[in-house]
C-alpha cells in the first residue's frame, strides 16, 4: 500500500490525517476535495509535493473518482457535508455528498477491488441521557437524529451493503467530537475561541447541559491509520478518548485559559432536536488494535489548539464575519 487517496483532504480531520501520514508514513498522497465553505488548501500548506498531490472535484463525479481509484493502492473517505446546523438550514447538499458520494466510490473500489476505509461519526447512534451509564458500542442500533447524522447512517448502510454483497474490502470508524487545528469557526471550539480572540463573547446553546466526547485530531488520525493498516475487512471501529465534557465547561474552559471571567458568554437559541449526549467505548479498537488516545489531558490540548487559533489569524479570519452573519440570522 503506497499511494492514498484522501477525500475531503483539505477539510479539518481530513488535513490533520494528511499531516499525521506525512510525519509517521512513507505513503504517498492524494488528496481529492471540492474546495467547498469548509475546505482550506492553506490546512495543506508546506506538506512535501514529492509525496502529496492536490485534485479539487466532486467524490459524486464517477469519471474523476475512477480515474484518482485507478491511481491508488487505498481510498481513506472524509469527504462530507459536516455540520449539523447547516443540515437543518439546507439538508440537500448532505444527501448528494454524503450519500451519492459515498456510493460514487463504492463503486469505483469494487470495480477495481481497491482497499477502503469510511470515516464515519457517533452521530449515527443518536444520543444518550445525561444519567444513562452506557456508552455506544459497535452493537448499539443507528437511530441518527439530524439531516446530517442520517446521511451519515445512510452512508455507513450503503458500506455495509456492499462489503457483504459484492466483497468490497471496506472498514468503518465512528468518532466522537474531535478538537485541534485547522477546524472551521463555524464548530463550537474554534467558534468560541475565536470569538473571544475579536473580542467577542461566547455563544452557548441552550443551558449548555449537552455533553460531548471530545478526541483531539491527532489522535483520530493515528486510529484510522491503525484500522487502515490493520482492521479486519468488513469491520465497524468506535473511536474515542475517555473525554465527555459539558459544553458549558468547555465554554468556561476557554474563557478561563484566555484569562477572561468564566461566566463571560452569552446564551442563545437552542439547536433543533438538539442531541444531548454522546459517548465512546472503544474496548474493541483498544483490544484488537492496541490503538491508545495519546492526548489524555483536554486543558492541555485545549490550551494548544487556542495557541494555535492565535497564531494563525490568516487562516480563520477570512471565514469568520459570513459565519457569524449566519448564526445572528438563527438567533445563535
Ligand atoms: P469538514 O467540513 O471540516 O471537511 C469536509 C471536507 O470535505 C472539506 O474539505 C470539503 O471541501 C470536502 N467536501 C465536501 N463535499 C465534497 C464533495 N462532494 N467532494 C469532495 N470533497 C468534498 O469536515 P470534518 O469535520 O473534517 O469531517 C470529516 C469527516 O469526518 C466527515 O465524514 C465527518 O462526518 C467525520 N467526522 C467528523 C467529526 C468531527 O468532530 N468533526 C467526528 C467524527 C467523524
Ligand atoms: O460527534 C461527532 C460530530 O461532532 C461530527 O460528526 C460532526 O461532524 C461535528 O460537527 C460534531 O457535531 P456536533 O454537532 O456535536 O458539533 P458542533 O461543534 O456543531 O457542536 C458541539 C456542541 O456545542 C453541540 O452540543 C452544540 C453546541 N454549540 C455549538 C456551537 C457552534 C454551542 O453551544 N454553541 C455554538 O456556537
Redesign the pocket.
Same mark, same amino acid.
Given at each position: 500500500m503506497a499511494r492514498l487517496l484522501v477525500?475531503?483532504? %483539505?477539510?479539518? !480531520?481530513?488535513?490533520?490525517f494528511v499531516h499525521h501520514v506525512i510525519e509517521h508514513t512513507a505513503y504517498e498522497v492524494i488528496v481529492?476535495?471540492?474546495? #467547498? *465553505? %469548509?475546505?482550506?488548501r492553506a @490546512?495543506l500548506a508546506g506538506l512535501p509535493e514529492e509525496r502529496v498531490s492536490f485534485v479539487q472535484? =466532486? !467524490? /459524486?463525479?464517477g469519471g474523476l473518482v475512477d480515474d484518482l481509484v485507478t491511481a491508488a493502492d487505498a481510498v481513506v473517505? *472524509? /469527504? /462530507?457535508?459536516?455540520?449539523n446546523d447547516n443540515s437543518l438550514s439546507d439538508p440537500q447538499?448532505f444527501l +448528494? #455528498? +454524503?450519500i451519492i458520494?459515498t456510493f460514487t466510490l463504492l463503486e469505483s473500489v469494487r470495480k477495481h477491488g481497491t482497499r477502503m476505509h469510511h470515516? @464515519?461519526? =457517533?452521530?449515527v447512534y443518536g444520543d444518550l441521557a445525561l444519567d444513562d451509564p452506557a456508552r455506544f458500542t459497535e452493537e448499539t442500533p443507528y437511530n441518527p437524529s439530524s439531516p446530517?447524522s442520517s446521511t451519515?447512517a445512510g452512508?455507513d448502510l450503503l458500506v455495509r451493503a456492499w462489503v457483504r454483497s459484492f466483497g468490497v474490502a471496506a472498514t468503518i470508524?465512528?468518532? @466522537?467530537? +474531535? *478538537?485541534g487545528p *485547522?477546524?472551521?469557526v463555524e464548530?463550537f471550539i474554534p467558534r468560541q475561541i475565536t470569538n473571544v480572540l475579536r473580542g467577542h463573547r461566547p455563544k452557548l446553546y441552550g443551558d449548555g447541559r449537552n455533553v460531548r466526547d471530545w !478526541?483531539h %485530531?491527532d489522535d483520530?488520525s493515528s486510529a484510522v491509520l491503525s484500522i487502515l493498516e490493520n482492521g479486519r475487512i468488513g469491520e465497524t471501529y468506535l473511536?474515542g478518548a475517555d473525554g465527555e465534557r459539558d459544553n458549558k465547561s468547555v465554554v468556561e474552559a476557554i474563557l478561563t485559559l484566555m484569562g477572561l471571567p468564566a461566566d463571560a458568554y452569552d446564551h442563545v437559541n437552542d439547536r433543533a432536536g438538539h442531541d444531548m449526549r454522546y459517548a465512546i467505548d472503544y474496548t474493541k479498537l483498544r483490544n484488537e488494535l492496541n490503538w491508545h488516545p495519546l492526548y489524555r489531558d483536554f486543558e492541555r490540548g485545549l490550551q494548544a489548539t487556542i495557541d494555535w487559533y492565535r497564531t494563525n489569524e490568516d487562516w480563520w479570519l477570512p471565514a469568520k464575519a459570513a459565519t457569524e452573519a449566519l448564526y445572528a440570522r438563527a438567533g445563535q
Open positions: 477525500t475531503g483532504g %483539505a477539510g479539518f !480531520i481530513g488535513s490533520n481529492l476535495d471540492k474546495l #467547498t *465553505y %469548509a475546505g482550506n @490546512s472535484g =466532486d !467524490i /459524486a463525479d473517505h *472524509y /469527504a /462530507a457535508e459536516s455540520h447538499p +448528494n #455528498t +454524503n458520494g470515516v @464515519s461519526t =457517533d452521530e446530517y451519515k452512508s470508524s465512528n468518532c @466522537s467530537n +474531535n *478538537y *485547522y477546524q472551521h464548530k !478526541i %485530531a483520530h473511536i
